[in-house]
């Protein structure tokens, strides 16, 4: 049996074969030859410094519009000068929620003339009062906004003698009074607590009333754990010296009892 005869290739054909196992074979990379995949995400854009420090939140913004009557409210009032100026009466009055929203501002007529706006701190001025709410309406409407709730403020016996208005002591939360919030030697003003505790500057122009409001009310709600406590350790050891006066009493009222008793057999 003949063996078959082998068929001459091409020698071109041979020389495109040996090329194409030769790029067949493992390449291998120098240093120099390698490439960093690039991420997916791109590369990624660089922060600016500047908006990291200056995109500070004001804690004095209310988080939400809820304007709905809270357990806690706040309230400040503006004033001006009527009889000689020396002498302050309501010009505004504001009260705001436990979230800082609005729940009531108005300006406010007196009863007597005005002769001084003070509009350099109240930011009064003869116009706000044209149309304004007289007192006895005003008067009326925050009694019964603040009935039965906690309230807050700043040396707020100046805002009750201009309302001519009382609240109850245990509700009464008052910046100037909370023993933490005193300095040294005397009661500080409410711009020094809220720079020094909320980290805000207020009352650096005219005064609003709003925003001094809502400081009081960060200042309580920042601090209610420890004054709530406070508050009712004051309550138990108010009770307890009342049962011991009592107790004195009774002691001293059945002594006397005993010597009648004794005088008279």
């Not at 791109?42 to 410094?49: A, F, I, L, T």
């Not at 006895?136 to 603040?146: D, F, N, P, R, Y």
């Not at 010296?241 to 009592?246: G, L, N």
Request: charged share 30%; glycine share 4%; net charge positive.
């Amino acid at each position: 049996m003949k063996k078959p005869k082998q068929t001459q290739l091409n020698p071109n054909w041979l020389q495109l074969q040996q090329k194409l196992n030769d790029s067949k074979a493992p390449r291998t990379f120098k240093s120099s030859d390698k490439v960093t995949p690039e991420s997916i995400l791109g590369k990624r854009k660089e922060r600016p410094d500047e908006e990291s420090n200056d995109s500070q939140i004001n804690p004095l913004i209310p988080v939400n519009d809820d304007s709905s009557l809270t357990d806690a409210v706040a309230m400040d009032c503006e004033m001006v000068g009527v009889g000689q100026g020396n002498k302050s009466a309501l010009g505004r009055v504001t009260l705001v929620n436990k979230w800082g929203n609005v729940i009531y501002d108005e300006f406010v007529r007196p009863m007597e003339r005005v002769v001084d706006f003070r509009t350099r701190i109240s930011g009064i001025r003869p116009r706000d009062l044209r149309k304004a709410k007289d007192f006895w309406t005003a008067q009326k409407k925050v009694s019964e906004l603040i009935n039965g709730r906690i309230l807050v403020g700043h040396a707020l016996s100046n805002d009750f003698k201009a309302l001519l208005l009382t609240h109850p002591k245990k509700d009464i939360r008052d910046t100037s009074e909370y023993q933490p919030f005193l300095g040294s030697s005397s009661r500080r003003a409410l711009r020094h607590l809220a720079a020094e505790h909320l980290g805000v500057q207020i009352q650096t122009g005219e005064h609003c009333p709003i925003e001094d409001a809502r400081a009081a009310m960060l200042l309580y709600q920042r601090h209610k754990k420890d004054w709530e406590k406070s508050i009712k350790d004051q309550f138990r050891f108010k009770q307890k010296q009342r049962k011991s006066k009592q107790k004195k009493k009774h002691k001293i009222e059945d002594a006397s009892n005993a010597n009648h008793v004794e005088i008279e057999s």
